[in-house]
């Protein structure tokens, strides 16, 4: 259920993106509860925070936007640093702080890496060649992505913010709608914190708590670019690769005795969203053909 449709069974990048992008997400969730057992290896917690951040550079080489789930990382370096400040650090977090840098670095990597080969292959050109260097080349950055984003596409804080677009922001507003709610819901819900039986069972779901509040930051982080600065319409694409709405949109569409009543109608969230999506993902396959948006 995504209303990514066609394009998760097309040769396109959103399903190897989704892909890179979940495995991430694994073992990184792995990684975060090995951090909160007392006693687990730190082997190999180490090792599975490295392994998220690889697959993690992985999917931002396949997709650019892939970079927000770094702040997975900063986020949870920002919480090791007043120790480090305070000089009250221990050994078993100074080394988590350096393994959590390196997969920072690691997932910057997957965003560097095809600049680098772009910059080579169009910039360092040489004077025999009689080929002119591209503009971009001269910028303070040299991204060709910004360039061609910012040329080709017209991408830029509210650009796309024009009155011609709006039918693509009503096409996009149900998918905005569940990404931020859905990124809110981690925040808010008693049932994520709800006590288990075991200790085994609280760590487990003391983690997937925090888990869960981690991965609906960069799911919020790319609805309020895709609102402020994308083409608005490709939400529905880029939302397949994250999780956080996918169990939020399970639990919702479960839940069949919560009614919505809207004068004499009685509505059940789930059922509409799920047939919301069926009938997106049926127009987008046929809007894509014809190389109409959302495409």
Known sequence: MSPAGLFLSAPYSEALFSLLTFAGFAYYRNGLFLAHVEGASQSARDYSVLVS???????????SNGLLNGFLFAYDILRIVPSLWTLKISVSQFRRLAVLGI???LV???GLL??????????QLPPSSGVERR????NTFPSIYAWVQSN????????????SNLPLFLLAAPMLLVMVWSSVWPFSSEEITSSSSTPSEESRAFVSAMCLRRFALPQLLLSILALTS??????????????VWYWWAALVVGADDKQIEVGKWRLQPGKLMLRWMVMHAIIQAGLFASFLPPA
Do not use: D, K, M
């Open 230 to 243: 994308y083409h608005v319409q490709i939400i529905t694409r880029l939302s397949s690769g994250y999780v």
């Open 114 to 123: 095809p600049q680098w080969v772009a910059y080579q292959e169009y910039c």
């Open 108 to 110: 910057a990597v997957g």
């Open 103 to 105: 997969g920072g670095v």
């Open 152 to 163: 080709y596409w017209n991408v830029g804080f509210l650009r796309y913010w024009t009155i």
């Open 53 to 63: 951040s690889i697959f993690f550079g992985l999917a931002t080489t396949v997709r």
């Open 135 to 138: 503009l971009w080349c001269t």
